[in-house]
């Protein structure tokens, strides 16, 4: 098997070895989470000097600071922080290049023609190929890296920067704002309802390779958009972060359907930082799907800012041995009549962990608030684990909040009763598990939940024998 064939699909990750050797790399920061890597960083992509400073002020924060968060997963006091190369990004995405020959290998713009709207691919620390369909581009919709946002963009891109994820706020944002490169900026007019998909591509290969994307969102009133994020690795004996920060600011009555699926190699800590503001009648919908990694933090976090603003959060996360996935959603009511639910389904397969983590807010200033959290968890083998940890903080009058949790084990009478059917062990685990999430499956895009079921199945393969 080539390379290329190794690194194959943007609609299909394969939950599989990932040996390919690291594509050429043209700009290498080397190792150290360091004011000398901030410079070369800002030198590469010509930063005015005001933001080369504020990049040193979140890197003498994170220095100040560490990255101790008392509530974390004992793993994440594992990364290496000090072997880590902050940024790299290969070589430019010409036809014939390297790089080129790798988009071909994801099949992007048969994707691209079929299905979405635009599409972004990012390589490690930057974005080597993007579009945006004409017609959407000329309905004054933007659809770039955030470099570009940054400087092309500025009068939209800056008043909005940090406003929804400070910089500051604990020791992730801070080394985000450090190092952040990548990610995606759009723009929405309002009342323009982009009906195809638009997607980024996330790949990260380098070894010791590092993504810090930042991803700004700005939709208008009435406006919709769907976005997806995929996003996968090259296996390595080398740790290896991505720290991604998302901002999205939704105005009023306007729609944002965000959807992640995310394969990642073993040797990946995977921390999100996602928030929303949400203004009156508008609504976000998070969909998301976690496999592999060593360790993943996710908490979408969503500001129900405006009276009738609604937010859905929809998750799937699955742990093998090595594994632990601590994932979750936060919604805070700030505006009276507000709803808001999650729906979370874990499996943990072998000695892999899959944790819920919420915190629901329905404060005394606010009334006629609901919420349901329903939270679901499947152990596989019997050194499966997954533990709870709501908080849900209600006042004033009538506000609702309703949280629903359950674990349950793979039963050994039903893979007993397929295995006389003919099934293999793996088959009939994997049959297992997807009738267990199946109904959340089905919330994704009908050229990814068929692809979610398959990938499933690959992990079973990989967990049996």
Not at 176 to 191: H, L, Q, R
Not at 426 to 447: C, D, K, M, T
Request: hydrophobic content about 40%; proline content about 6%.
């Amino acid at each position: 098997m080539t390379p290329l064939d190794q690194l194959a699909g943007v609609l299909e990750p394969a939950v599989r070895p990932r040996a390919a050797p690291p594509l050429a790399t043209v700009r290498d920061a080397g190792s150290g989470l360091t004011a000398r890597t901030v410079h070369y960083l800002s030198r590469c992509k010509g930063e005015p000097a005001w933001l080369r400073d504020a990049r040193l002020a979140a890197l003498q924060g994170w220095e100040g600071s560490g990255p101790a968060v008392p509530w974390a997963p004992a793993e994440l006091a594992g990364i290496p922080f000090a072997d880590l190369h902050p940024y790299s990004a290969p070589a430019a995405a010409a036809p014939d290049s390297p790089t080129g020959a790798v988009l071909q290998a994801l099949d992007v713009s048969r994707e691209e023609a079929g299905f979405l709207g635009g599409a972004q691919v990012q390589i490690d620390g930057e974005v080597v190929h993007g579009s945006l369909q004409e017609s959407w581009a000329r309905a004054g919709v933007v659809f770039v890296d955030s470099t570009r946002g940054l400087t092309e963009y500025g009068r939209l891109f800056r008043p909005h920067f940090g406003r929804v994820v400070g910089g500051d706020e604990q020791p992730f944002t801070r080394l985000n704002a450090a190092f952040f490169s990548g990610g995606s900026f759009i723009w929405v007019p309002p009342g323009v309802r982009v009906a195809a998909p638009l997607k980024c591509y996330m790949h990260l290969q380098a070894r010791h390779g590092t993504q810090f994307g930042r991803t700004l969102i700005l939709l208008g009133a009435g406006s919709e958009l769907t976005f997806i994020e995929g996003c996968t690795s090259a296996a390595r004996p080398e740790a290896a972060l991505h720290c991604a920060v998302g901002e999205f600011i939704l105005e009023r009555g306007a729609r944002l359907n965000y959807i992640a699926l995310q394969d990642w190699a073993p040797n990946v800590y995977n921390l999100a930082i996602l928030r929303a503001r949400v203004a009156a009648g508008a609504s976000v919908h998070w969909i998301d799907c976690n496999l592999g990694g060593r360790l993943t933090m996710k908490y979408p976090c969503t500001l129900l800012e405006g009276e009738g603003a609604a937010a859905e959060s929809i998750s799937i996360s699955v742990a093998r041995t090595g594994q632990h996935h601590d994932t979750g959603a936060k919604m805070f009511h700030r505006a009276p009549r507000t709803t808001s639910t999650i729906t979370a389904k874990s499996v943990s397969l072998g000695t892999g962990r899959a944790d819920y983590r919420g915190w629901v807010d329905l404060p005394a200033t606010v009334s006629g608030c609901r919420n349901h959290t329903e939270c679901d968890a499947l152990l596989v083998d019997a050194a499966s684990r997954s533990d709870t940890y709501p908080a849900i903080q209600t006042g004033g009058t009538g506000n609702t909040a309703q949280h629903e949790a359950s674990v349950s084990r793979l039963s050994a009478e039903q893979i007993f009763y397929m295995r006389q059917r003919g099934l293999s062990e793996a088959a009939a685990r994997g049959l297992s598990i997807n009738g267990f999430i199946s109904n959340l499956v089905e919330r994704f895009p009908l050229q990814y939940s068929g692809k979610i079921k398959r990938l499933i199945e690959l992990q079973m393969a990989g967990s049996v024998g």
